[in-house]
């Protein structure tokens, strides 16, 4: 066959995509293919070396333009309908012409280490809208209620022209609030009932949300639903706002009726105007970078330390002594890193 019956291979389409040139990535990325933001959003994510630096230098060149759009945190108690909500929010804002991003956590089993990764199946309609891009990506041990790279991920989707990225977290916990600082803004899904669940609810929590949604107000389950949003709100009124100049409140919705939905859009876009004018935006997102990079060198640092030869011999004989009580945590803990700082400058 000659070269010129020869079929064509389109890019990215190999068993081996980390071999194209990083400027092919960025150029795919910038004009909103979803195929190849996806493999670099993998690239984020894996833990090899080569993927992982590949997945860094594909970001570097795509900073200049992130930023720009509305994060939203979302997060609720099992059974608020999060993914429902999400899925008829999302929707409506594609009609409207936005581009909406869903980065999804699925917790992962502590057992098989496996996750379902199903948000993908739960927003079937979100999922095929061509204005809407869903990531679903297992929790791993993360204990922030999303995946370690969820931040670079905000950014790549950023870069290929998404308007509204929405972080949907595993759900409402104490570890969930490492949400708040990678979003402009930050909702809670509840249910109706608030006078059961302010019992088990973090306080926390509620001092984290810029807004809570009560959902399934539809049907019977509305007047319910409108009683739970003003217990709500007389207990916002004793807690202290989560951004300064704005007022947290609770609102009812249906993802099924669509009642309360394009409220929630409206109450964003509030939001971000008065924030916005405030300078309160501006200086949040940078205080969100200052705080990644400390939480980034602690992630490296710790993976540093664990990694070490010097410390995995070390440790398990250290541990024995200290279980065994022949030594103070303390002096353990000492004699360790000083090892740990030995070996690295006998490199």
Not at 91 to 115: R, W, Y
Not at 277 to 283: H, I, K, L, Q, R
Not at 297 to 316: C, G, R
Not at 318 to 343: D, H, K, M, N, Y
């Amino acid at each position: 066959m000659s070269d010129s019956r020869k079929p064509v291979v389109r890019r990215f389409q190999k068993k081996s995509p980390s071999i194209y040139p990083i400027h092919e990535y960025v150029s795919e990325i910038k004009s909103g293919n979803r195929a190849v933001l996806a493999k670099a959003i993998t690239f984020i994510e894996s833990n090899e070396s080569t993927q992982f630096q590949t997945g860094q230098n594909i970001l570097k060149e795509l900073l200049p333009i992130t930023g720009n759009s509305v994060r939203i945190g979302i997060t609720g108690v099992p059974g608020a309908g999060k993914s429902t909500f999400i899925e008829r929010f999302g929707t409506m804002l594609c009609e409207m012409g936005k581009k909406v991003a869903v980065l999804a956590i699925d917790p992962s089993s502590p057992v098989s280490k496996g996750s379902i990764l199903g948000d993908k199946t739960r927003m079937e309609k979100l999922s095929t809208h061509p204005n809407a891009f869903i990531r679903p990506s297992p929790s791993g041990q993360s204990q922030g209620g999303v995946h370690r790279k969820t931040r670079e991920t905000i950014l790549l989707c950023e870069a290929a022209g998404f308007d509204v990225i929405i972080v949907e977290t595993i759900g409402v916990g104490q570890s969930e609030t490492t949400v708040r600082t990678m979003v402009d803004l930050f909702w809670m899904l509840a249910i109706t009932g608030a006078g059961d669940d302010l019992q088990g609810m973090k306080k926390g929590i509620m001092e984290l949300c810029d807004s809570i949604f009560v959902t399934k107000a539809d049907g019977d389950n509305l007047p319910v639903a409108l009683k739970t949003k003003n217990e709500y709100n007389q207990m916002l009124r004793f807690l202290k706002p989560s951004t300064p100049g704005w007022t947290s409140r609770a609102y009812t919705c249906s993802a099924i009726t669509g009642e309360g939905i394009h409220k929630a859009w409206e109450i964003a876009q509030l939001f971000v105007e008065n924030t916005k004018a405030s300078g309160v935006f501006f200086e949040r997102r940078k205080n969100q970078t200052k705080e990644w990079l400390n939480a980034s060198i602690k992630d490296q640092l710790n993976q540093l330390f664990f990694e070490n030869e010097t410390v995995k011999a070390k440790l398990n004989v250290l541990e024995t002594a200290v279980v065994e009580g022949r030594l103070p945590v303390a002096l353990a803990t000492t004699e360790i890193i000083e090892q740990f700082i030995l070996s690295l400058k006998l490199k």
